[in-house]
């Protein structure tokens, strides 16, 4: 029965009465159970014996991992008797895995470190707060974790960055490589756009070498090969030489990504742009730069968290990340054994601060997608 | 955490700066090391970081073995204050590297002195701090005293291994007839011993005691036979071309070892500042015999590294003696009044 107007045609059929349920077999969560799960024939035998395999482990892994797992060994005694897990070795070593060779009276400063960055990460994740706010709100954390880490004002003692370790290591090095890398990458990605020919060779030059390198022979020249050619009295810090090589390895991805970024801006903005008198740089910065980071941030964060995940290089320098010093700790002949708890440890540690990198990128992603729109 | 491929980078890389060394990093030298030393305010050492006994990071993150423990000893004899160090935990590639570059002033990591290493490197090595060698392990239920008991016995070792040709030379030597059980990872090793699938486990002393206090259901089951094959002298190492620096490390490792002769231990120290014997007098910096004037530091600097840091046998039961949980008996490395290797020149 068409009710067409002039106003609102419509030629669907419109039905009278309530929306009809769909059939029996398709409701609840037995029709929930059947489209998921059994399907078909291979559905359904997929699903039984998944199941099986999850009834027959998962007994066991809870056996080992909580009812038959030692919590508290001092000397690590009451473990080689245990029949599960022993998460003593945490209890025991956590302080040397999360803060390394860190002075251990200081060691409030390290946990100080890495609450501001987790706090700092939520509270730029949610759209409370204007960009400018989180920009500054980043450049005053870094500020604090950096005088937390160095000390040497009024209260809190110097500690040399050669002291420096665990998860505060992990996080100073990956805010300095993000932070130096992002401004470097644009740079980069811009300059291999430019009409300038020395300019753009210069650029292809960086990208291309620093991409051909592995981090690890980057970071062995600025450690091992960088102090034979500069005088004792001119060279830098270690931890400083190694920071600069991350951050021009991860300048030199990233300005790839960028570029993809870049190339995606219709021609007409940048056009537009000019036709409004606008000059480069404030037409780059207002005009093409949002367009072009907003479509790349999928990739970007996936160096992001590559760059968390690379800290762990730091060991080739004698420094101990969280990874390295959990190796060192389970150097201790009184726990070398329990290698397998430490390494999950370190495994739920970076998949806890993976997992947050991606959702707050998802976030960062959604938030974009709205203002595209709007 | 090194793949393969970088592992292999690693290895063509070190050689090439080995011989780069030698010709770029003398000049960068401001001056003598004890200068250096002195105007930083800190002994910088190179470590292996990872040797349980020699240089290990306990649980609050503090340095701890024998080697640690000679570097403190430096510090304290040089700057006053054993505290003024920084270690640098070094591998195997990178340990004599960064020697050679001038990050550290002394690499004191597990180095075995050999006659390559010292005549190429450019490179000195100082008298050795502890002689390794190879040991055989075997359950205390066995009563097995020494290693001519052992005829009949099997053996677990690694194909290709110098244990594998000891064990050869010990057949030769001692007409005995041992059987090998070869098994290629050390893994499987250890899990083969402790499981009983052979009698004896040969390997570096260090690594033996190591592995008992880590892997034994019952480290207490197992001992060392007191016999040792192989040389493996190891000791901290300096730049060659300095002779002032040398000679400081030199001394202070012998002055370690003295002060075990003698009787001088970090408690009694200042006792033994009253004793009347020259030799003693002339170790502690007592009197007017006594001078540091030709190392270049004051007459008490012997006095400082052992009251801080205790002398060797205090250093070495806490590290791997039975103060230690490595439990490793003094052997080759006792004093050579009592049939060891250690023999400091006269004072």
Not at chain 1, 243 to 259: K, L, N, P, T
Not at chain 2, 51 to 72: M, N
Not at chain 2, 98 to 117: A, C, I, K
Request: hydrophobic residues 50%.
């Amino acid at each position: 029965m068409a009710t067409g107007t002039a106003a609102c045609r419509s030629f669907a059929i419109a039905g009278t009465g309530a929306i009809r349920p769909p059939p029996p077999a398709r409701r609840g969560t037995l029709g929930w159970l059947r489209a998921n799960l059994f399907a078909t024939p291979l559905d359904g035998a997929v699903t039984l014996a998944l199941a099986a395999a999850i009834a027959w482990l998962a007994p066991k892994a809870l056996a080992w991992a909580v009812l038959d797992a030692v919590w508290w060994a001092p000397d690590g005694r009451a473990c080689r008797d245990a029949a599960g897990a022993c998460w003593a070795v945490i209890t025991e070593k956590h302080r040397l895995i999360l803060f390394g060779t860190y002075p251990y009276a200081e060691q409030w400063r390290g946990a100080l470190v890495v609450l501001l960055f987790v706090a700092m990460l939520a509270a730029s994740a949610g759209p409370w707060l204007a960009a400018r706010a989180k920009l500054w709100g980043w450049a005053a954390t870094a500020l604090a974790i950096l005088v937390l880490m160095l000390g040497g004002v009024p209260g809190l003692e110097p500690v040399g960055t050669h002291l420096w370790g665990g998860l505060p290591l992990t996080i100073v090095i990956f805010i300095g490589t993000v932070a130096g890398g992002m401004p470097l990458a644009v740079l980069l990605a811009l300059a291999r756009q430019s009409e300038l020919p020395i300019l753009r060779a210069l650029a292809v030059g960086v990208i291309e070498v620093v991409r051909g390198l592995p981090l690890l022979a980057v970071l062995f020249v600025a450690s091992l090969i960088f102090p034979l050619f500069v005088p004792v009295e001119l060279q830098i810090d270690k931890l400083l030489r190694a920071e600069i090589g991350m951050i021009i390895f991860f300048g030199a991805y990233a300005a790839e990504i960028v570029r993809g970024g870049l190339q995606a801006v219709a021609a007409g903005q940048r056009e537009a742009a000019a036709a409004l008198g606008l000059g480069y740089w404030p037409r780059t910065r207002l005009v093409v730069l949002p367009q072009a980071l907003a479509t790349v941030v999928p990739p970007l964060l996936g160096d992001v968290i590559r760059a968390f995940k690379n800290t762990t290089y730091v060991a080739i320098l004698g420094l101990f990340d969280v990874l390295g010093a959990t190796k060192v700790a389970l150097d201790d002949p009184a726990w070398s054994r329990h290698a397998a708890e430490a390494y999950l440890f370190i495994f739920l540690l970076y998949l806890v601060f993976c997992l947050a990198f991606s959702r707050w990128g998802m976030a960062v992603e959604r938030r974009l997608a709205r203002r595209r729109r709007g | 955490m090194l793949n393969p491929a970088c592992k292999r980078l690693l290895g063509a890389l070190v050689p090439t700066l080995a011989f780069l060394a030698p010709v770029t990093a003398q000049p960068a030298d401001a001056g003598p090391t004890l200068e250096a030393v002195k105007a930083r305010g800190t002994l910088v050492c190179a470590v292996n970081g990872s040797r349980p006994g020699f240089s290990v990071v306990d649980s609050k993150g503090e340095w701890t073995g024998l080697e640690v423990d000679v570097c403190r000893a430096i510090a304290a004899a040089v700057l006053g204050d054993s505290s003024k160090t920084q270690f640098v935990k070094t591998t195997t590639q990178t340990r004599l590297t960064v020697l050679q570059t001038g990050e550290v002033d002394v690499t004191v990591s597990n180095v075995t002195w050999t006659y390559g290493r010292d005549a190429d490197l450019g490179l000195d090595f100082v008298t050795p701090t502890f002689y390794d060698g190879q040991g055989f392990l075997v359950p205390r239920k066995l009563g097995v005293k020494s290693v001519k008991d052992l005829d009949g016995a099997s053996i677990c070792v690694r194909p290709g291994s110098t244990s594998e040709r000891i064990i050869a030379d010990v057949q030769a030597k001692y007409r005995i007839k041992i059987t090998l059980v070869v098994i290629e990872d050390q893994k499987e090793l250890n899990t083969a011993f402790f499981g009983g699938r052979c009698d004896s486990f040969v390997q570096t002393t260090s690594g033996l005691s190591a592995i008992r206090a880590a892997v034994a259901p019952n480290p207490d089951d197992y001992v060392i036979l007191p016999e040792i094959f192989g040389k493996d002298p190891m000791g901290p190492v300096v730049r060659q071309g300095d002779p002032q620096w040398r000679d400081i490390v030199q001394w202070i490792v012998f002055a370690l070892f003295e002060a075990e002769e003698r009787g001088v231990t970090s408690a009694n120290v200042d006792q033994m500042r009253e004793s009347k014997e020259a030799e003693t007098q002339r170790l502690l910096g007592v009197g007017t015999g006594a001078t540091g004037k030709g190392l270049g530091l004051d007459p008490q600097w012997a006095y400082r590294a052992i009251k801080q840091v205790g002398n060797y046998a205090e250093i070495y039961d806490r590290s791997l003696g039975d103060g230690s949980k490595l439990k490793l008996g003094r052997g080759i490395n006792a004093q050579w009044t009592n049939g060891g290797l250690l023999y400091a020149p006269p004072f």
